[in-house]
């Protein structure tokens, strides 16, 4: 009897404690799933989104910084700009001023015509020691647009006077006068082993500078480009011959091996 009396304070006890619950549990369901959104008060500052680069920006910020704006597609330390100076805008440093008036064109090295595309994924696959970054990619696309930027004269098939490097008689180069031409006027900066200084100046040969299938390892190509571009500090006193000489040693030196598995033609 004691025990059935307890029981029932018990029962009458738990109802109410169940119906409070029960209560409570209603009432944090029944709240709104979305709440009412909170006035911004008046003094907040706009969001801020940081600007979009055009796509005209983002190639040129590829064109200056190829390895760390493409790194899918380089294989060494060199940027575009390192050869095609200052963002592909000084003469005689085979400059990108109307050469998408150009395109498509003729090309020796494919035997026939080639696209602007076609000949940038050149430069990746050698000058770059890379791959052929796809016609479709963002980077590519950029590129030509930056490219298409600089065709001022808007007119097809006239080039800039300045295009491509100057025109120096033939020569055979000597390598071992090429090393005293080196040492005298490009090792302060390209340094003795060839490598450059990071971020500083670009390495001749090494790991990190262009493979021997590109137009730099042609002697003629890089004579014409030294001659009229370097040293930096006083671009032009080396006589042709003495731009022959320094192409034969410097493209004597190791470096990466073209990789025939990525030539696009
Ligand atoms: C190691 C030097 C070097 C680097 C780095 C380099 N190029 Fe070149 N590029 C050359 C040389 C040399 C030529 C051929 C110039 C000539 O024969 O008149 C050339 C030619 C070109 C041409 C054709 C120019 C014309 O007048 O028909 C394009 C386009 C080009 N490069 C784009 C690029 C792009 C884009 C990059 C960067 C992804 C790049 N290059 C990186 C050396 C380089
Ligand atoms: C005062 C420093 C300096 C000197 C001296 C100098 N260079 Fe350069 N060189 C540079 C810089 C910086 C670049 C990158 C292009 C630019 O910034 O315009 C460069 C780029 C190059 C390139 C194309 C990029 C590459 O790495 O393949 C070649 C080739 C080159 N130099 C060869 C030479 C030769 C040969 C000499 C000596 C006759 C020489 N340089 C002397 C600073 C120098």
């Known amino acids: 009897m004691l025990a059935a009396q307890l029981t029932k304070k018990r029962t009458l006890f738990v109802i109410p404690v169940l119906a409070i619950l029960c209560v409570l549990a209603t009432a944090s369901f029944s709240r709104p799933i979305h709440a009412a959104p909170q006035e911004v008060p008046e003094s907040a500052p706009p969001v801020q989104t940081p600007p979009v680069p055009s796509l005209v920006q983002q190639g040129k910020l590829i064109f200056d910084y190829t390895p760390q704006y493409a790194p899918k597609w380089t294989g060494n330390t060199l940027t575009c ?59 590519m696309k950029s590129l030509v647009a930056y490219i298409n930027s600089l065709w001022t004269n808007g007119v097809r098939n006239k080039p800039y006077k300045y295009r491509g490097l100057v025109r120096l008689p033939e020569l055979t180069g000597n390598a071992v006068r090429g090393k005293a031409v080196y040492t005298a006027n490009c090792a302060a900066c390209h340094q003795d082993n060839g490598e450059g200084i990071p971020d500083a100046y670009p390495p001749l040969w090494g790991p990190n500078s262009y493979n021997d299938g590109a137009g730099m390892h042609n002697n003629a190509k890089f004579a014409a480009w030294v001659q009229h571009n370097m040293p930096l500090q006083r671009p032009g006193i080396l006589t042709p011959q003495e731009a022959y000489d320094v192409a034969a040693y410097v493209n004597s030196q190791p470096r990466p091996k073209f990789n025939q598995a990525y030539k696009t033609y």
């Open 81 to 139: 700009t390192d050869c095609h100076r200052l963002s592909g805008t000084v003469p005689y440093a085979s400059p990108m001023i109307d050469i998408s008036g150009l395109f498509p064109m003729y090309s020796k090295r494919a035997g026939h015509v080639i696209t602007l595309q076609q000949r940038i994924q050149e430069c990746f696959v050698r000058s770059e020691n890379g791959k052929p970054l796809p016609v479709n990619s963002p980077e």
